[in-house]
């Protein structure tokens, strides 16, 4: 029994190690990063669907993905 604490404490330090460093990435979601929200992305769609609605013919063009990510 004593011998199993090292294994058990190894694996419940590294578990909250791992929680920390996902809690870390999530904290801020509109930073820019892989894992982020597109806010760029997201303001573009309103800005040409608005514009749709108001009958403007001179649209921009979406966002395009960069290493298949949407900044």
């Known amino acids: 029994m004593v011998w199993l604490v090292i294994p058990f404490g190894v694996m419940i ?28 992305q997201i303001g573009r769609m309103i800005e040409v669907e608005t514009r749709e609605l108001l009958g403007d013919t001179d649209l921009l063009p979406l966002l395009r993905p960069k290493n298949n990510i949407i900044l």
């Open 13 to 40: 330090s590294w578990m909250y190690t791992m929680l920390e460093q996902v809690g870390a990435s999530a904290e801020n979601p509109f930073e820019g990063g892989a894992n982020d929200v597109p806010i760029a």
